[in-house]
């Protein structure tokens, strides 16, 4: 079988050699640790300064999930209790763990609300959320809620 390969053709030399290139390549690339999740490389030693943002995080995230934009909800806020008179606002970008509302009033950072949307039938229960921030926004104010617990999906639907 293998007599009539004739080693002195150097058309044969350039297919070994291609293969074994290829070979090399796939070793090299398919051992090669990728580190994605930070276990498979050495954390940056102290007082470098190097830091991967895609293996630490950066510095400036403090988002925790992905927030999406969509059609504006109004809905209405209310006191931690649920006593005093409540307001409208209305949500201006969600994730999975809190939402972005404008407001016509500044609320303190750390400040415990409940929020629910507005124009449903039955009105959907209450959802305790804490004001992250609050900034100066137009004519108004934009506050930015993290939920107390984790709502459903079907409620999360319910902010666009």
């Not at 080693?7 to 640790?33: D, E, N």
């Not at 102290?46 to 999930?65: I, L, M, Y």
């Not at 201006?92 to 629910?116: F, K, P, Q």
């Amino acid at each position: 079988m293998f007599a009539e390969f004739d080693l002195t053709q150097s058309h044969l030399w350039l297919v070994i050699g291609a293969g074994l290139l290829v070979f090399g390549l796939a070793l090299v690339v398919g051992t090669r640790p990728w580190a994605r999740d930070g276990e498979l490389t050495p954390p940056p030693e102290e007082g470098t300064g190097k830091k991967d943002p895609f293996v630490q995080g950066s510095r400036s995230e403090k988002r925790g999930a992905f927030r999406r934009k969509g059609k504006c909800v109004e809905v209405e806020l209310a006191d931690e209790n649920v006593e005093k008179q409540s307001w409208r606002g209305w949500v201006v970008d969600r994730s999975i763990r809190g939402l972005r509302v404008t407001v016509d009033r500044e609320v303190a950072g750390g400040t415990y609300l409940n929020v629910r949307v507005l124009h449903l039938d039955p009105p959907m229960p209450w959802l305790a959320v804490k004001v992250a921030h609050c900034k100066p926004c137009g004519q108004g104010w934009e506050i930015g809620c993290q939920f107390v617990s984790s709502p459903t999906w079907n409620m999360l639907l319910l902010f666009g």
